[in-house]
Structure formats: structure tokens, C-alpha cells
């Protein structure tokens, strides 16, 4: 598809924003309006239809598909999207370590640990830790408090989860990166830290790199998303 807008503006809506295309407002993908809650939003969005050439790339709008899968799909199924993401506390990746006397299991212990028991003080909950990788459920209390917490966010930054879980495979490391401050690169690198050992140990490729660093961009990218969501 061809370019067919010469101006990108963002305007103000009853305290909400939208971006317009010579004065017309955009609709989402759903066909809803596309209104979102804060300006920094509303100008990341903008850049990416300023960003585009002559010839329109829908890879492009990064933004703009988590904005309309927050109105689209988020909203209208809050809870099914909740289930979805405790899904991933059951299996958090941080809880299931190496055995004890494995080098890796030091490096797990070394990356996980804080940020288990950073959860764990925050919202007064327990994690199971498991060796090997037989499934063991976490305690009813911390589910339902994980689920506590995700009911209290906003559409947009639960969009910004579902990005960034399963990238991550883990609530806790994702929860932490909607944190002010959060350092999205370590975040990631301890979600990856397994696949970094064994190329660590074994050398990486060229595939598996270009690999590691699409996740680790759309990672981020979700991070900021939400973030901005909130300025």
C-alpha cells in the first residue's frame, strides 16, 4: 500500500489522545477508535506513521499493534488475557533451576534469586523453587495474589505483558520490568539465561544471535510501551 497522508497530528480528547492522518482520526485494526491514555503514547505512535516511506510496512508499526491489541483484545477479555499470563506463574522459568552441584545452577541462583525474592517482598507471596523440570504448582495464595496484581493494571500494560511473557517465559521477570527504573536488559538476560550458558559453553551462531537479539528488541519495545502508557 501506497503512502495516502502528508500530515501526522496527535490531539487531545477528553484527557485521552489519538493521532490523526490529515485530520482524520485512525481506527484500530478492530475497527474501534484508537484512543490511548497518555501524549508520549499518542507521539510514539505518531512517529511510526511519520517514520513510513512511500510505500506503507506493516513490520513498522510496532506500537500501534500493541495499542490495538490492549483496545481490541485486552479489553474486551480482560480476564481470559489474565489466565493466560498466571499461566506462566505456574511455570515461571525462575523457579525451575539446575541441580545444586551443576555450574549452571550457581549462575541461576546468582541471576534468579533477587528477583524471586523481590516479588516475594513486594507483594508477600512464596515461590516454589524446583530442581530439574518436573511441573510443581505454586501455592494457591500466590497465585491468586499475582492474580490481584495483573487485575490492577491497566489494558495497555497488559498488552505490554502478553508481548513480553512469553519472551521471557516468566511473570516475575516481566512484572519487573514495568517497574520505574526497571533495566529491561538485564531483565532479559536473566529470562535468557539458560540459552546465554549453553552458548556460552558451546559458541553462538550467526541465527541464533540474530534470534536473541529480535527478542530481546521486541522485549524492550514492549517495556517502553507500557511505560509510556503511564507517563
Request: charged letters at 30%; glycine letters at 6%.
Amino acid at each position: 500500500m501506497k503512502r495516502f497522508w502528508k500530515e501526522v497530528a496527535v490531539e487531545e480528547l477528553d484527557g485521552t489522545f489519538r493521532v490523526t492522518l490529515d485530520g482524520r482520526a485512525i481506527r484500530t485494526q478492530g475497527g474501534g477508535a484508537q484512543v490511548v491514555p497518555t501524549r508520549p503514547l499518542a507521539e510514539a505512535l505518531a512517529e511510526e506513521w511519520r517514520g513510513q516511506g512511500e510505500d506503507i510496512d506493516p513490520v513498522r508499526f510496532v506500537m500501534r499493534d500493541m495499542a490495538d491489541f490492549a483496545i481490541d483484545q485486552v479489553r474486551p477479555e480482560r480476564a481470559a488475557t489474565i489466565a493466560e499470563l498466571l499461566r506462566y506463574a505456574e511455570t515461571d522459568t525462575l523457579c525451575y533451576r539446575a541441580d545444586p552441584e551443576e555450574h549452571l545452577y550457581r549462575r541461576q541462583l546468582e541471576m534468579w534469586e533477587p528477583l524471586l525474592g523481590a516479588a516475594e517482598a513486594r507483594w508477600d507471596i512464596h515461590f516454589t523453587r524446583v530442581s530439574g523440570i518436573v511441573h510443581r504448582p505454586q501455592p494457591e495464595a500466590t497465585v491468586a495474589r499475582l492474580r490481584s496484581v495483573l487485575e490492577g493494571l491497566d489494558d495497555f500494560a497488559l498488552a505490554a505483558l502478553r508481548t513480553m511473557t512469553p519472551i521471557a517465559a516468566s511473570l516475575t521477570v516481566t512484572l519487573a520490568a514495568l517497574e520505574d527504573g526497571a533495566d529491561t536488559q538485564a531483565l532479559f538476560a536473566a529470562a535468557n539465561c539458560e540459552q546465554d550458558w549453553q552458548a556460552e559453553l558451546w559458541g553462538w551462531d550467526l541465527e541464533a544471535e540474530n534470534a536473541r537479539a529480535r527478542r530481546l528488541s521486541a522485549f524492550e519495545t514492549a517495556a517502553t510501551f507500557a511505560r509510556l502508557a503511564k507517563a
